[in-house]
């Protein structure tokens, strides 16, 4: 077993065993910024996407089995409205909610932007690097998106995806190899790590799962596909970037299929040494803190990045199918209504307490929800396809028609819930949730993801954790498109007792790891709101 295995152990633990260095507080005033800052770099400026037709949500959040691609590939206008739509500003937080920080809202030095996806603590650290080539619409070279201006700075200038396509590996998904567009993705430990210390390298790996599914929704609804490479050769790509490896993991590569893209483009070679970016991200910190759990989770993921598990190598980690019989109750079909994803994306919140127990959840709504989410797939070389299930679905249910409450185990095959633990939840939720941002007991249930993290690790080694971490991720991210699609409110939190909810479930022995919970219900009329792009 390697140190992915270790960890894995430290993080379920961590709500009685804190994880090192236990005495850690963060130095908020001293704190790094949500994206990197290039000085002296030119950017040139996006298009918003505004003129582009709605798409629905429903094609991303329900796929079906042997959908393809309807449009030929991405184009400027859409690779634009994605990036936008998924990792770009787009408002400003300023509700009247329970979370901590909402004091500090209204100053600007604190202000809360709104993006279409989740990120842990609301801190953001994936960069997004896009490496283009002959066929696309700008000059060939590394160009970096930021965010704060929705823009393109680039890094560097020359045609580099040849030696992207070398470091990927002629194994790579054939998709893979026959572009020259790809979105990389790059993780800066210290800027999750500063507040969350060594779980902070679990929290990165959710936050790439976020961002690669939101990009899956939003192509799917404009007849597009997205799939993320998570084996490479990483310590190269690191070098294109002119990034240090132990301050910047590169965790995902998306290849892009360009509208209009050349097989000329696509046969390059790449001739004599890599070049580099030579430009440097200004660190806002003063002091920034190496933990060495970070740093020895980055090394045993490194180790054998290039090792790419063969198709089918997962099978052993799929999710447990939920046994037959027991106390049953049937769900209706999932439906969800035609919302254009845009909407559903820029309407994405965390409820943090506004949740109101008066209005339950219709079992429809619940049915949607869960299927969504077991739909989902963070992807990868062991899953090209997306079709293995990778988690299982519990229901900590408290104010749903006609259900009553209890915790319920999700049969995404039959479609229904099947009963684990009668009775009233809330008491336990709330003894075994860290914060005070939300009453659990009032949202309509509680959805508990779990991913069978060391068989991951057993079937595709250590770097396998970015993976598993990863789909539950995804899954966030599907939740909170479902919710915002019907309406609902939600939230997601990784503060909790994971062990407390092994115990609960009856999960030793499974090797199932409870990784997020995921409160959903309808909120309360008429909350305290403050329309910033009015004022």
């Not at 001739?271 to 759990?293: C, K, L, N, Q």
């Not at 045993?300 to 598990?309: E, H, I, L, N, Y």
């Not at 049953?328 to 559903?344: N, Q, T």
């Amino acid at each position: 077993m390697g140190y992915a295995h270790e960890y894995a152990d430290a993080v379920l633990h961590r709500g009685r065993v804190p994880m090192e260095p236990a005495d850690f507080v963060p130095d908020w005033p001293d704190g790094p910024r949500r994206g990197k800052f290039y000085p002296g770099v030119e950017s040139y400026a996006l298009p918003d996407g505004d003129g582009l037709a709605d798409a629905p949500a429903c094609a991303g959040l329900l796929p079906r089995s042997g959908d393809r691609p309807a449009v030929a590939g991405f184009t400027l206008p859409l690779l634009s409205a994605m990036l936008k739509d998924s990792y770009g500003l787009t408002g400003r937080r300023l509700g009247i909610q329970a979370n901590s920080d909402l004091s500090g809202l209204p100053f600007y030095t604190h202000a809360n932007w709104s993006r279409g996806t989740a990120g842990g603590g609301g801190l953001y650290p994936v960069g997004v690097y896009w490496a283009s080539g002959p066929s696309g619409p700008l000059t060939p070279g590394i160009h970096y998106y930021d965010v704060q201006r929705h823009a393109v700075q680039r890094l560097l200038t020359g045609d580099v995806t040849a030696r992207v396509r070398e470091a990927l590996g002629q194994d790579a998904p054939a998709e893979a190899l026959e572009t020259d567009q790809y979105l990389i993705l790059g993780v800066k430990y210290w800027q999750t790590a500063f507040k969350y210390n060594s779980f902070g390298y679990h929290v990165v790996c959710t936050d790439v799962g976020t961002l690669v599914q939101t990009w899956r929704v939003w192509a799917a609804a404009h007849g597009l596909r997205t799939a993320p490479v998570l084996w490479f050769d990483e310590p190269r790509l690191n070098g294109l970037l002119g990034t240090v490896g132990e301050e910047e993991g590169v965790f995902a590569v998306v290849p892009l299929q360009w509208d209009g893209g050349g097989a000329s483009s696509r046969t390059a070679v790449a001739e004599g040494p890599d070049p580099a970016v030579r430009h440097r991200d200004v660190e806002r910190s003063r002091t920034v803190i190496e933990f060495p759990t970070v740093l020895a989770m980055h090394a045993t993921t490194v180790a054998g990045a290039a090792d790419r598990p063969a198709p089918g190598a997962l099978a052993p980690a799929a999710a447990r199918p939920v046994p037959a019989g027991g106390t049953r109750v049937p769900l209706p079909a999932p439906a969800f209504p035609e919302v254009p994803v845009r909407r559903v994306l820029r309407s994405r919140r965390s409820s943090f307490g506004r949740f109101d127990a008066a209005d339950p959840v219709t079992p429809g709504q619940l049915s949607s929800v869960l299927a969504a989410c077991a739909a989902t797939s963070f992807g990868g070389e062991a899953d090209p396809d997306g079709t293995l299930r990778q988690v299982r679905l519990y229901a900590f249910v408290n104010h749903v028609q006609d259900i009553a409450p209890g915790a319920y185990v999700y049969d995404p095959d039959a479609g229904d819930l099947a009963l684990v633990v009668p009775g009233p939840q809330g008491a336990f939720l709330q003894e075994n949730y860290f914060l005070a941002n939300y009453n659990l007991e009032q949202a309509g249930v509680v959805l508990v993801p779990t991913v069978r993290t060391t068989a991951v690790l057993d079937a595709v080694g250590d770097r396998g954790y970015r993976l598993a971490v990863g789909t539950a991720g995804a899954v966030a991210q599907t939740f909170y498109l479902a919710a915002s699609a019907l309406s609902l409110g939600a939230g997601v939190a990784l503060g909790f007792d994971n062990v407390s909810f092994v115990e609960r479930l009856g999960l030793e022995g499974t090797a199932e790891a409870p990784l997020l919970i995921m409160p959903v219900g309808n909120e309360r009329p008429g909350p305290a709101d403050f329309r910033h792009e009015i004022a």
